[in-house]
């Protein structure tokens, strides 16, 4: 059974940085692209990053670039969200995704409705 589990969410004051981590099962990473999303309140959820160990490839969207960077420990089996300098509009439920066969070898892109499994997720809230 696939399971993926978002971990790390929590309150931080703006500027400050938060490791959020997916940690997953049943599925290796050689076959499967691993996705980062955010939902805001009264958002539509979108797509934040994601990592393609076989392509090579890693994506941060435009409004976290330079903030976010994604990572992955093939060992642990497990991505992670490395959040800096966090702001307000940053507040959401993050929650990672997984993308089957086929997408590992190329290019990645976080796209809500290509996702083949999805983890809960854990809120991060960025307020002073």
């Known amino acids: 059974e696939v399971q993926l589990q978002a971990s790390g969410g929590g309150l931080v004051q703006p500027g400050g940085s938060l490791r959020l981590s997916c940690a997953a099962s049943g599925l290796t990473f050689d076959d499967h692209v691993i996705n980062w999303f955010r939902q805001a309140p009264g958002k539509e959820r979108e797509g934040v990053s994601c990592i393609s160990r076989r392509a090579d490839s890693a994506f941060t969207v435009n409004s976290v670039k330079g903030r976010f960077t994604i990572s992955s420990d093939n060992a642990k089996n497990t991505v992670y969200l490395q959040m800096n300098n966090l702001k307000p509009e940053d507040t959401a439920v993050y929650y990672c995704?997984?993308?089957?066969?086929?997408?590992?070898?190329?290019?990645?892109?976080?796209?809500?409705?290509?996702?083949?499994?999805w983890g809960k997720g854990t809120l991060v809230t960025v307020s002073s």
């Open positions: 995704a997984a993308e089957g066969v086929g997408a590992s070898t190329r290019e990645c892109f976080p796209y809500y409705y290509g996702m083949d499994y």
